[in-house]
Nanobody
Protein backbone atom coordinates (compact mmCIF):
# COMPACT_ATOMS: atom_id res chain seq x y z
CA UNK A 1 0.00 0.00 0.00
CA UNK A 2 1.16 3.54 -0.75
CA UNK A 3 0.58 6.27 1.82
CA UNK A 4 0.46 10.02 1.29
CA UNK A 5 0.40 12.29 4.34
CA UNK A 6 -0.75 15.88 4.06
CA UNK A 7 -2.22 18.74 6.06
CA UNK A 8 0.78 19.97 7.98
CA UNK A 9 1.62 23.61 8.37
CA UNK A 10 2.43 26.47 10.72
CA UNK A 11 0.01 27.22 13.53
CA UNK A 12 0.09 29.20 16.75
CA UNK A 13 0.01 27.48 20.10
CA UNK A 14 -3.54 26.58 20.99
CA UNK A 15 -4.52 26.19 17.37
CA UNK A 16 -5.61 23.16 15.40
CA UNK A 17 -4.56 21.17 12.36
CA UNK A 18 -5.99 18.11 10.67
CA UNK A 19 -3.64 15.70 8.97
CA UNK A 20 -4.72 13.23 6.33
CA UNK A 21 -3.17 9.95 5.27
CA UNK A 22 -4.42 8.78 1.89
CA UNK A 23 -3.81 5.15 1.00
CA UNK A 24 -3.84 3.34 -2.29
CA UNK A 25 -3.03 -0.07 -3.61
CA UNK A 26 -4.59 -2.45 -1.09
CA UNK A 27 -7.78 -2.95 0.89
CA UNK A 28 -7.41 -0.15 3.40
CA UNK A 29 -9.77 -1.56 6.02
CA UNK A 30 -7.38 -4.47 6.56
CA UNK A 31 -4.67 -2.16 7.81
CA UNK A 32 -3.89 -0.80 11.24
CA UNK A 33 -2.82 2.83 10.83
CA UNK A 34 -0.44 4.64 13.12
CA UNK A 35 0.77 8.21 13.33
CA UNK A 36 4.32 8.88 14.40
CA UNK A 37 6.34 12.06 14.72
CA UNK A 38 9.97 13.03 14.76
CA UNK A 39 11.34 16.31 16.01
CA UNK A 40 14.86 17.46 15.11
CA UNK A 41 17.44 15.60 17.14
CA UNK A 42 14.86 13.21 18.53
CA UNK A 43 13.92 9.66 17.73
CA UNK A 44 10.68 8.90 15.94
CA UNK A 45 7.90 8.42 18.48
CA UNK A 46 4.43 6.99 18.32
CA UNK A 47 1.47 9.33 18.63
CA UNK A 48 -1.64 7.28 18.06
CA UNK A 49 -2.99 4.24 16.25
CA UNK A 50 -6.34 2.97 15.01
CA UNK A 51 -7.57 -0.47 14.11
CA UNK A 52 -8.72 -1.40 10.63
CA UNK A 53 -12.40 -1.05 11.40
CA UNK A 54 -11.88 2.06 13.50
CA UNK A 55 -13.19 0.43 16.67
CA UNK A 56 -9.95 0.57 18.64
CA UNK A 57 -7.63 3.52 19.11
CA UNK A 58 -4.73 4.27 21.40
CA UNK A 59 -2.95 7.49 22.23
CA UNK A 60 0.27 8.35 23.95
CA UNK A 61 -0.19 10.30 27.15
CA UNK A 62 1.21 13.53 25.75
CA UNK A 63 -1.56 13.87 23.16
CA UNK A 64 -4.51 12.13 24.80
CA UNK A 65 -7.46 14.48 25.02
CA UNK A 66 -6.02 16.82 22.40
CA UNK A 67 -5.56 14.59 19.34
CA UNK A 68 -8.14 12.35 17.70
CA UNK A 69 -7.43 9.66 15.15
CA UNK A 70 -10.14 8.52 12.76
CA UNK A 71 -10.51 6.87 9.40
CA UNK A 72 -12.90 6.67 6.49
CA UNK A 73 -12.34 3.34 4.82
CA UNK A 74 -14.66 4.25 1.96
CA UNK A 75 -12.22 7.05 1.13
CA UNK A 76 -9.08 5.04 1.98
CA UNK A 77 -8.03 7.83 4.29
CA UNK A 78 -7.05 8.17 7.93
CA UNK A 79 -7.04 11.44 9.80
CA UNK A 80 -5.35 13.04 12.77
CA UNK A 81 -7.23 15.95 14.28
CA UNK A 82 -4.86 17.94 16.47
CA UNK A 83 -6.29 20.51 18.84
CA UNK A 84 -4.74 22.67 21.55
CA UNK A 85 -1.40 22.37 19.84
CA UNK A 86 1.75 23.09 21.80
CA UNK A 87 5.23 24.07 20.62
CA UNK A 88 6.45 20.65 21.72
CA UNK A 89 4.15 19.09 19.12
CA UNK A 90 6.42 20.52 16.43
CA UNK A 91 7.73 17.64 14.33
CA UNK A 92 7.47 15.84 11.04
CA UNK A 93 4.41 13.62 11.26
CA UNK A 94 4.33 10.28 9.50
CA UNK A 95 1.50 7.89 8.91
CA UNK A 96 2.18 4.18 8.74
CA UNK A 97 0.15 1.08 7.99
CA UNK A 98 0.37 -2.61 8.58
CA UNK A 99 -1.97 -5.54 7.98
CA UNK A 100 -1.15 -7.56 11.07
CA UNK A 101 -4.02 -7.73 13.57
CA UNK A 102 -4.58 -5.07 16.20
CA UNK A 103 -2.55 -5.91 19.29
CA UNK A 104 -0.56 -4.36 22.10
CA UNK A 105 2.35 -3.48 19.82
CA UNK A 106 0.67 -0.71 17.83
CA UNK A 107 3.13 1.88 19.12
CA UNK A 108 6.13 -0.07 17.94
CA UNK A 109 7.43 1.47 14.70
CA UNK A 110 8.96 -1.82 13.57
CA UNK A 111 5.54 -3.44 13.18
CA UNK A 112 4.57 -1.07 10.37
CA UNK A 113 5.57 -2.12 6.89
CA UNK A 114 4.33 0.90 4.97
CA UNK A 115 5.17 4.55 5.62
CA UNK A 116 4.13 7.86 4.16
CA UNK A 117 6.59 10.62 3.36
CA UNK A 118 5.85 12.85 6.35
CA UNK A 119 4.30 16.26 6.73
CA UNK A 120 5.79 19.11 8.78
CA UNK A 121 3.85 20.53 11.70
CA UNK A 122 5.25 23.67 13.31
CA UNK A 123 3.64 25.22 16.37
CA UNK A 124 4.80 28.68 17.32
CA UNK A 125 4.64 30.00 20.86
Amino acid sequence: VQLQASGGGLVQAGGSLKLSCAASGRTFRNFVVGWFRQAPGNEREAVTSISGGGVHAQYVDSVRGRFTISRDNAKNTAYLQMNSLKPEDTAVYYCAADDTPWNGLVFRASRYEYWGQGTQVTVSS
